[in-house]
């Protein structure tokens, strides 16, 4: 897919209320260019339900079931179920969650509906903070980040939601950022053509929590990408494969020094040198792993 090959149509309509130049919505425009007319979606609490609107006016050209925080994978299951009765085969169900309504709190929900194999695609907006409160740390802030709550920068690292879902099993996983719209609506194609639970994880840098100016927020995630913070890639029926942007990142030489990508973010402008270093390490050993990983049937034997 080129960028020509992208939709005209809208399913975002002008005059949401996110705040400007946020990624959450960048990305959500997108993936519903791909997830297209015949989708229905689920939203849990957070910056999603502001972006959408008050009722009974809506900025989604889509239905839109907002729920519970923890419960938003099992009303995905009602819907799957609700439509399969009906023999209704061809809507795209999607959960569209944040970070904390995931890796938090609904992750119990989530793991239930992927034990069950739900035939969903569950999207987790990771702009690592729960922003629509007031910017807590969630358990996917990385390590090091200022948040309300961790005003010194949070102790533990990130939460790896996208491989606690490979354990799950489930026939496609994949990491996405809102910079790259076509690696974006390329994978949200894939899942579409899937049965069963997809997860597709989105960084949505986010200018407001991590206190960079709104102009950067496409700098911002490229650097996620090019410094390999952010590594992208899938698991599809349990084979990693690293996604062509992150592959010349196996070579440490072709990484931009992840200095660049926090030095441009207040909320990491309290770090140390010596933690940058630290920082800088955690992904270095990230990349071993991932060069191990890549091309290989991770999931086979277990
Ligand atoms: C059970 C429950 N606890 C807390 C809240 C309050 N609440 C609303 S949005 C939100 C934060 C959402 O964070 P995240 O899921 O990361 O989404 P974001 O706002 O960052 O997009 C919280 C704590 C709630 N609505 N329900
Ligand atoms: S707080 Fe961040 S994620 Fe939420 S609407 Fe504003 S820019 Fe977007």
Redesign the pocket.
């Known amino acids: 897919m080129s960028i020509k090959g992208l939709s005209r149509r809208e399913f975002m309509l002008p005059g949401t209320a996110a705040c400007p130049g946020c990624g959450?919505a960048l990305a959500l425009r997108h993936a519903l260019k791909a997830l297209g007319d015949r989708t229905i979606l689920v939203v849990?609490?957070?910056?999603?339900s502001v972006i959408q609107g008050i009722g009974p006016n809506s900025s989604f050209a889509v239905p839109t079931l907002n729920i519970?925080?923890?419960a938003s994978a099992a009303a995905a299951s009602g819907i799957v179920n609700g439509l399969d009765v009906q023999g209704i085969r061809d809507v795209n169900v999607a959960v569209w969650?944040?970070?904390?309504?995931?890796a938090d709190?609904g992750i119990q929900a989530l793991s239930g509906a992927a034990e069950r194999m739900t035939d969903m695609i569950y999207f987790c907006?990771d702009?690592e903070?729960?922003?629509?409160?007031g910017v807590?740390r969630?358990s996917s802030t990385p390590q090091g980040a200022w948040t309300t709550t961790t005003p010194t920068g949070k102790r533990e690292p990130k939460k790896d939601m996208p491989l606690i879902m490979a354990a799950h099993r489930i026939p496609y996983i994949a990491t996405a950022c809102s910079s790259y719209p076509i690696d974006l609506h390329n994978k949200v194609e894939e899942a579409k053509k899937i049965r069963g639970t997809k997860y597709i994880h989105i960084l949505a840098p986010c200018p407001t929590g991590w206190r960079y100016p709104s102009e950067k927020t496409v700098e911002v995630g490229r650097l996620a990408i090019e410094t390999g913070i952010w590594p992208l890639y899938k698991i599809q029926d349990g084979r990693f494969t690293i996604s062509i942007q992150s592959k010349p990142l196996v070579k440490e030489s072709r990484r931009r020094p992840v200095r660049e990508y926090l030095e441009i973010q207040g909320r990491f402008s309290h770090l140390t040198s010596s933690e940058i270093d630290n920082i800088q390490g955690m992904v270095s050993a990230m990349w071993e792993h991932l060069s191990l990983m890549d091309n290989r049937d991770l999931l086979k034997g277990w």
Do not use: E, H, R, V
């Open positions: 959450l849990p609490a957070g910056c999603t519970a925080f923890a969650a944040g970070d904390g309504g995931t709190i907006c702009n903070s729960y922003m629509n409160t807590q969630s």
